[in-house]
């Protein structure tokens, strides 16, 4: 058992460039990049085949991996009740997405089929809209009345888009992309991801364009089409279900499910996040001010800025989060329901 889990924990980001990425994780998010142009994503936490996180704070448990805090203290990590179900992978993945470029249309797989398929999890995600330019899109769901049979002959003659619902988005909406969602980001979006622990993708159209070898990229018919919920229309924001209003602090909850709940603070005032039953662990998503974060019997306390991720074990419990004097500090506070609540 590692020693110091009842603290706050950060992890450095993995850096990803894909053909479609840009500049944004380092001029908004502060992410330290190098001089190229295609940086698309940063994993904030994760624990998978892809990219493992190490922490960097606190000093005690810098260089540890995730997976090996998963492996050596379960409980003060991920709490009693999902310790007690035996898993060795941590459940979830935050990252952060630059989209320069239109991705690919895509669908993830659910649990069953990614298994079944690729040997992965399934991957049910969410959005939350950090930037967007003027005119940009998101693609999530399918226009009503799409069949099965009109998605595989528009896949086979490359004109799947106009069977795809999209909307332009705005800064703070928050988009729900349940497996078996065919989906896409725009070009200009800036957001950031929460979804199960897998890499699971199969595309389904990538608007034509090639890969850095010159050839087109890999796409995944018959893949998609057994991944597809035809079954699913439209997907557009959420609407956001008010938990507690007041005149400095604000919270709200955006989506729980089986497989993740997040909330969103909007505060003026120090808070207290995490689980005082110590049951599960949270994520914390800084998606706006700057604050600084005090947890664990040392009280030590840890800045905050936009871009960061924090990761509260069980074990922390209580702890404080507090906005920079007179700023309003907004955070995403993930975690897993647990199924006593």
Not at 140 to 168: D, I, Q, Y
Not at 254 to 263: G, M, S
């Amino acid at each position: 058992m590692h020693e110091n889990l009842a603290t706050p924990i950060v992890f450095e980001p993995i850096l990803k460039r894909i053909l479609w990425g840009g500049r944004r994780l380092n001029s908004i998010l502060g992410k330290k990049i190098g001089p190229e142009t295609d940086y698309a994503e940063s994993w904030e936490l994760a624990d998978h085949a892809q990219g493992c996180s190490v922490v960097t704070w606190p000093a005690q448990l810098a260089g540890l991996t995730l997976k090996e805090l998963v492996r050596d203290s379960p409980r003060e990590l991920l709490g009693d009740e999902f310790a007690a179900g035996g898993s060795h992978q941590f459940p979830l993945l935050i990252k952060f997405l630059d989209a320069q470029q239109v991705l690919s249309l895509q669908v993830h797989p659910d649990d069953e089929l990614a298994r079944k398929l690729v040997d992965d999890n399934g991957k049910n995600e969410a959005w939350y809209v950090l930037a967007a330019e003027p005119g940009s899109r998101i693609y999530a769901g399918l226009v009503p009345g799409t069949t099965r049979e009109a998605f595989a002959e528009a896949m086979s003659e490359g004109k799947v888009a106009p069977l795809v619902h999209s909307f332009e988005p705005r800064p703070g909406d928050f988009i729900h992309i349940p497996a078996g969602t065919v989906h896409a980001i725009g070009a200009g979006v800036l957001l950031a991801e929460i979804q199960q622990m897998s890499d699971a993708t199969f595309r389904v159209d990538d608007w034509g364009r090639v890969g850095p070898d010159g050839k087109p990229r890999k796409l995944h018919p018959e893949e998609a089409l057994s991944a597809t919920d035809f079954g699913r229309g439209p997907v557009g924001p959420v609407h956001a279900v008010l938990i507690e209003l007041e005149t400095d602090a604000v919270h709200e909850n955006l989506v729980e499910t089986r497989y993740f709940a997040v909330d969103r603070w909007r505060t003026e005032r120090p808070i207290d996040l995490g689980d005082p039953e110590g049951r599960r662990f949270t994520i914390l998503v800084v998606v706006g001010g700057r604050g600084e974060i005090a947890g664990g019997e040392a009280r030590e306390k840890l800045e905050i800025r936009h871009g960061m991720t924090v990761l509260l074990p069980a074990a922390a419990k209580s702890v404080s989060v507090s906005p920079a004097g007179g700023t309003q500090l907004e955070v995403l506070a993930c975690t897993v329901p647990s199924k006593r609540a």
